[in-house]
């Protein structure tokens, strides 16, 4: 692997993510700092940290295509479609930021670890309170069994990551949410990297280039900070 540059934490100082490596697939640098200046400098650019423990230093990546989904343009099959009208969930927005986060940390069935650390959550609920990280919460009589959050800057929405422990509560939560932000006129939710659960609700995968051009386009655009509330009583599912 060539080397990267080693960032120190004061003045944001961020490469260009054109240089980023081509193996490991992405990856620009490492150190800096999880500030809300520091994030909202990387998410504005196409980086996003990612690392495995708060013992290493922070890894930024911006790999070499993006996955990504237009508001509005979710793939929704016939099953989903009967479950966001008949499961019985309540939808909400920024009511339990932190749950959710805390969550979406917790190790799945096929990995160990989880690289949403301590100081991750930390840095995360700094950009709740400053009005830029936002969840979508589903419950079940009032039982939190799914969700999803990420940053919001400009008319982009940077997904970071979901959760179930209720069948289709993650899809549940990802369709009201670019429901929503259609509703808003978003231009784009970045999911960072493909897999087939993505794929399979539409997300697709495209050249960093096109996306940091389209990425560049929407944060011109005036950020939608505070708390989030759903705009109509129909996105809540019954």
């Known amino acids: 692997m060539s080397a990267i540059p080693l960032l120190a934490p004061g003045p944001v100082s961020l490469p260009d993510p054109h240089t980023a490596l081509d193996d490991p697939d992405g990856l620009l640098a490492a150190g800096g700092s999880l500030s809300v200046r520091w994030l909202l400098s990387a998410y504005a650019s196409g980086i996003f940290p990612w690392f495995d423990s708060d013992d290493e230093h922070i890894l930024w990546w911006s790999p070499s295509k993006r996955a990504v989904l237009c508001p509005g343009e979710m793939h929704v099959t016939r099953s989903l479609t009967k479950r966001i009208r008949n499961a019985g969930f309540r939808l909400s927005m920024d009511e339990a930021f932190d749950a959710v986060v805390f969550n979406c940390s917790k190790p799945r069935r096929d990995s160990a670890g989880t690289w949403i650390t301590p ?11 400053q009005g830029y990280a936002h969840s979508v919460e589903v419950w079940r009589d009032e039982v939190l069994c799914g969700g999803l959050y990420g940053v919001s800057i400009g008319s982009a929405f940077c997904g970071e990551s979901m959760f179930s422990v209720e069948r289709d509560a993650s899809k549940v939560a990802f369709y009201t949410l670019q429901k929503q932000l259609h509703a808003w006129q978003f231009d784009l939710i970045d999911c960072q990297m493909v897999n087939p659960h993505l794929s399979s609700l539409g997300v697709v995968e495209i050249p960093r280039t096109e ?26 599912v019954s």
């Not at 100081?119 to 309170?129: E, K, N």
């Not at 389209?214 to 109509?232: C, Y």
């Open 211 to 236: 996306f940091l051009a389209r990425l560049e386009n929407a944060v011109q655009q005036p950020t939608r900070r505070g708390r989030w509330r759903f705009d109509e009583p129909s996105t809540i």
């Open 119 to 129: 100081r991750m959550r930390d840095a995360y609920h700094a950009l709740y309170v």
